[in-house]
């Protein structure tokens, strides 16, 4: 199936985006373990690490299936920002690297539910495995990253600054009450209304986003 037949903006711009962003996060991940002591947590961070590379495999695979070209400007902005994210961990001590995590986990289950509709809405129902274990994945981790930190004095503020906490989260799956594949159309409805910046790209795939 050629990329023409994928006629679906929002869809591609969000696999292409995802595509880059999950190295970022392994990159933020090497750092953040790195900058752990407790074995332990070390180890957990790491498998969250190897999850995040598996993703990106993944959507590999699925922009490949419809020759969908990888963005050069999404692979290079987001190495930058991995990069200085897992540097960070290093100086920013142990709640934020935490806290910043499960909030960045908190938004990309959406991602992968909103995919999975997005593909369905054009008839293609080939990913919605692939999708939907990886925006339980996502989960999984974002609630490791709430548990991490649900004791912290300073979880309260930055749950009220940020949006993101103990008590709220940037998506409505509940790992307790789980919806089969069939069933989750109803996840993420309302992201599923944001729209995304036109882009401007080329036929290698760099994107230029417009102002």
């Known amino acids: 199936m050629e990329s023409k037949n994928l006629d679906h903006p929002p869809l591609i711009a969000l696999l292409r985006k995802a595509y880059s962003a999950e190295r970022a996060a392994s990159f933020a991940y090497i750092g953040h373990a790195g900058s752990l002591k407790d074995p332990e947590e070390k180890a957990h961070v790491k498998q969250i690490e190897l999850d995040e590379w598996n993703h990106r495999d993944e959507v590999l695979k699925i922009l490949q299936t419809y020759k969908i070209p990888v963005s050069r400007w999404y692979e290079w ?115 599923r209304t944001l729209t995304t910046l036109p882009v401007k790209d080329d036929a290698e795939g760099n994107i230029d986003p417009e102002n």
């Open 77 to 191: 902005k987001f190495y930058a920002i991995g990069k200085f994210i897992g540097l960070s961990c290093y100086v920013i001590g142990r709640f934020m690297p935490y806290f910043f995590a499960g909030k960045l986990e908190s938004g990309n289950v959406c991602e992968y539910f909103v995919m999975m509709q997005y593909f369905q809405s054009l008839g293609i129902h080939d990913h919605d495995e692939a999708l939907y274990e990886m925006g339980v994945k996502e989960k999984e981790h974002e609630i490791h990253f709430q548990k991490s930190i649900e004791n912290e004095p300073w979880l309260p503020l930055f749950e009220k600054i940020f949006g993101w906490g103990k008590d709220k989260a940037l998506n409505d799956v509940d790992l307790d009450a789980l919806l089969k594949v069939d069933e989750s159309a109803s996840y993420c409805a309302s992201r």
